[in-house]
């Protein structure tokens, strides 16, 4: 069974508008990353944050992590075009064993 | 520098053959995954490297599907008397320590179609 759930599943948004991805999991992490894939190919990692940490930026990207509610966020602000693409999160419960996906949120920016 | 990459990039087999698919890690990067991803859905891990040996190959179907890294660095995923379900992008990353700590580098994928 997957470890991450996303949702939603799928969100449509207009260029400049702020997105935001939610991730759900079951049991214990030590961390969770987000990427994002294109095309059904190739996943770029985005932001890896630690179960100590509670919010991470990168650039336009902002991750929040609530271990206590099993959730983490991923917020793209004033998104373009080019941000359209699948975005996972992933978490591990071992040091790197059994690395978890879920099954992704497919994000759609208007022109 | 060359970032991870896999051959074939599609591959198109018949049921029952067997199949091999490689993966060119980053050189020197220690950890490498291997994952299957079915359209429409997250990639779904099958086996975890850290250097020569599996750490966990838990996610493995069956016993049709292994996996070998003997030097450490070039991997290779064997699929013997393929199904049709086996169809999917089947794609590996490497990362420089352990993958749960360390960003994971992934490769373009391969596609595999079982006819």
């Known amino acids: 069974s997957q470890q991450g759930e996303e949702d939603p599943q799928a969100l449509s948004i207009q260029e400049g508008e702020n997105a935001t991805m939610n991730c759900s999991y079951k049991?214990?992490?030590?961390?969770l990353q987000w990427y994002r894939q294109n095309s059904g190919r190739g996943l770029v990692h985005l932001i890896l944050?630690?179960?100590?940490?509670r919010e991470k930026h990168s650039g336009r990207l902002r991750v929040t992590l609530d271990t206590s509610k099993k959730s983490s966020s991923l917020l793209i602000t004033a998104s373009r075009a080019a941000d359209t693409a699948s975005y996972f999160c992933?978490?591990?419960?071992?040091?790197?064993?059994?690395?978890?996906f879920g099954p992704g949120t497919r994000l759609s920016v208007l022109p | 520098g060359a970032g991870v990459s896999q051959t074939p990039s599609n591959k198109v087999t018949e049921k029952g053959k067997y199949v091999e698919l490689r993966c060119d890690p980053i050189?020197?990067?220690?950890?490498l995954y291997w994952y299957r991803q079915s359209l429409g859905q997250g990639p779904e891990f099958l086996i975890y490297?850290?250097?020569?040996?599996?750490?966990?190959d838990s996610g493995l179907p069956n016993d049709r599907f292994f996996a070998v890294r003997p030097e450490g660095s070039v991997s290779t995923l064997k699929i013997q008397r393929t199904e049709r379900g086996d169809s999917a992008v089947y794609l590996c990353a490497s990362s420089l320590l352990r993958g749960g700590t360390d960003t994971q580098y992934f490769g373009p994928g391969t596609r595999l179609t079982v006819l």
């Open positions: 050189s020197g990067h220690t950890a």
């Open positions: 992933a978490t591990d419960r071992n040091y790197g064993q059994n690395f978890v």
């Open positions: 049991t214990s992490i030590n961390n």
């Open positions: 944050i630690r179960s100590n940490e």
């Open positions: 490297f850290q250097g020569t040996g599996a750490a966990d």
